[in-house]
Protein backbone atom coordinates (compact mmCIF):
# COMPACT_ATOMS: atom_id res chain seq x y z
CA UNK A 1 0.00 0.00 0.00
CA UNK A 2 1.03 3.50 -0.75
CA UNK A 3 -0.18 6.44 1.32
CA UNK A 4 -0.08 10.13 -0.46
CA UNK A 5 -1.20 13.11 1.89
CA UNK A 6 -2.31 16.20 -0.11
CA UNK A 7 -3.42 19.13 0.98
CA UNK A 8 -6.12 21.53 -0.48
CA UNK A 9 -6.81 25.25 -0.52
CA UNK A 10 -9.75 26.77 -0.01
CA UNK A 11 -11.91 25.89 -3.22
CA UNK A 12 -13.75 28.35 -5.47
CA UNK A 13 -16.90 27.45 -6.11
CA UNK A 14 -17.24 28.57 -10.33
CA UNK A 15 -21.24 27.39 -10.59
CA UNK A 16 -24.00 26.00 -8.05
CA UNK A 17 -27.59 25.83 -8.03
CA UNK A 18 -27.53 24.77 -4.10
CA UNK A 19 -29.79 26.59 -1.92
CA UNK A 20 -30.14 27.03 1.87
CA UNK A 21 -33.65 25.09 1.26
CA UNK A 22 -32.07 22.12 -0.74
CA UNK A 23 -33.00 20.11 -3.62
CA UNK A 24 -32.61 16.77 -5.43
CA UNK A 25 -30.40 17.94 -8.49
CA UNK A 26 -28.89 20.93 -6.56
CA UNK A 27 -25.43 20.45 -8.89
CA UNK A 28 -22.05 22.75 -7.55
CA UNK A 29 -18.45 22.50 -9.69
CA UNK A 30 -15.77 23.30 -7.74
CA UNK A 31 -11.71 23.80 -8.01
CA UNK A 32 -8.68 24.30 -5.84
CA UNK A 33 -5.14 24.31 -5.70
CA UNK A 34 -3.26 21.38 -4.33
CA UNK A 35 0.13 21.30 -2.38
CA UNK A 36 2.14 18.57 -0.94
CA UNK A 37 4.38 19.37 2.10
CA UNK A 38 3.85 23.07 1.46
CA UNK A 39 5.10 23.11 -2.29
CA UNK A 40 1.92 23.67 -5.53
CA UNK A 41 1.56 20.39 -6.66
CA UNK A 42 -1.37 20.82 -9.01
CA UNK A 43 -5.11 21.29 -8.78
CA UNK A 44 -8.72 19.49 -7.63
CA UNK A 45 -11.46 20.18 -9.41
CA UNK A 46 -15.08 18.35 -9.72
CA UNK A 47 -18.68 18.65 -9.19
CA UNK A 48 -21.27 17.01 -6.82
CA UNK A 49 -25.03 16.74 -7.05
CA UNK A 50 -27.55 16.43 -4.35
CA UNK A 51 -29.26 12.79 -4.93
CA UNK A 52 -31.40 12.04 -1.07
CA UNK A 53 -32.30 14.50 1.39
CA UNK A 54 -33.03 12.51 5.16
CA UNK A 55 -33.28 13.06 8.74
CA UNK A 56 -30.81 11.66 11.31
CA UNK A 57 -29.72 11.98 14.68
CA UNK A 58 -27.61 14.73 13.69
CA UNK A 59 -30.75 16.57 11.74
CA UNK A 60 -31.18 17.44 8.43
CA UNK A 61 -28.76 16.16 6.01
CA UNK A 62 -28.47 15.87 2.07
CA UNK A 63 -26.45 13.04 0.65
CA UNK A 64 -24.25 14.43 -3.07
CA UNK A 65 -22.38 12.31 -4.93
CA UNK A 66 -19.82 13.18 -6.92
CA UNK A 67 -16.66 13.03 -8.70
CA UNK A 68 -13.03 15.11 -8.43
CA UNK A 69 -10.27 14.73 -10.08
CA UNK A 70 -6.82 15.70 -8.35
CA UNK A 71 -4.37 16.76 -11.45
CA UNK A 72 -1.01 16.91 -10.29
CA UNK A 73 0.69 17.17 -13.97
CA UNK A 74 -1.23 17.38 -17.08
CA UNK A 75 -0.49 13.45 -17.09
CA UNK A 76 -0.69 12.67 -13.48
CA UNK A 77 -4.22 12.34 -12.30
CA UNK A 78 -6.21 10.69 -9.60
CA UNK A 79 -9.94 9.92 -10.10
CA UNK A 80 -12.39 10.09 -7.00
CA UNK A 81 -15.96 8.99 -7.03
CA UNK A 82 -18.32 8.75 -4.29
CA UNK A 83 -21.40 9.76 -1.77
CA UNK A 84 -20.76 12.06 1.41
CA UNK A 85 -23.55 13.53 3.13
CA UNK A 86 -23.42 17.43 4.80
CA UNK A 87 -25.90 18.95 6.92
CA UNK A 88 -28.81 20.77 5.34
CA UNK A 89 -27.93 24.51 4.26
CA UNK A 90 -24.66 24.11 4.27
CA UNK A 91 -22.60 23.84 0.39
CA UNK A 92 -19.51 21.85 2.31
CA UNK A 93 -18.91 19.31 4.91
CA UNK A 94 -18.62 20.04 8.10
CA UNK A 95 -15.33 21.12 9.57
CA UNK A 96 -13.04 17.96 11.23
CA UNK A 97 -15.50 15.40 9.71
CA UNK A 98 -14.06 12.41 7.59
CA UNK A 99 -15.03 12.24 4.01
CA UNK A 100 -14.60 8.71 2.48
CA UNK A 101 -14.43 8.26 -1.44
CA UNK A 102 -13.25 5.79 -3.34
CA UNK A 103 -10.18 6.09 -5.75
CA UNK A 104 -11.29 4.21 -8.70
CA UNK A 105 -8.20 5.38 -11.72
CA UNK A 106 -5.75 7.58 -12.43
CA UNK A 107 -3.19 8.42 -14.90
CA UNK A 108 0.36 9.06 -15.85
CA UNK A 109 2.42 7.98 -12.29
CA UNK A 110 -1.17 6.85 -11.17
CA UNK A 111 -2.22 4.74 -14.13
CA UNK A 112 -4.44 2.50 -12.36
CA UNK A 113 -4.89 3.79 -9.20
CA UNK A 114 -7.19 2.13 -6.95
CA UNK A 115 -7.56 2.56 -3.20
CA UNK A 116 -9.70 5.11 -0.92
CA UNK A 117 -9.78 8.91 -0.15
CA UNK A 118 -9.95 10.26 3.09
CA UNK A 119 -10.99 14.04 3.19
CA UNK A 120 -10.98 16.44 6.07
CA UNK A 121 -11.79 19.48 6.31
CA UNK A 122 -10.37 22.48 8.68
CA UNK A 123 -11.58 26.15 9.68
CA UNK A 124 -11.07 28.42 7.16
CA UNK A 125 -12.22 25.84 4.50
CA UNK A 126 -9.00 24.11 3.43
CA UNK A 127 -9.01 19.88 3.30
CA UNK A 128 -6.20 17.63 4.08
CA UNK A 129 -6.75 14.50 1.23
CA UNK A 130 -5.30 11.34 2.94
CA UNK A 131 -5.04 8.56 -0.03
CA UNK A 132 -4.62 4.94 0.32
CA UNK A 133 -3.51 3.35 -2.82
CA UNK A 134 -3.36 -0.34 -3.27
Known amino acids: MITLVVHQLPATVVRSSHTAEGHLGDTSFYSAEL??????????????????????????????????????????????????????????SSDGVALVRAVVGGTGTHLGARGEVVSVRSPGGSFTHTFTLL
Do not use: C, K, N
Not at 48 to 62: N, Q, Y
Not at 72 to 86: K, L, N, Q, S
Open 35 to 92: TIDGEPSGAVMGHFETVRLHESESGAEWDRVGTGVFQFTPTDTIVVIGAVTYPVGTLH
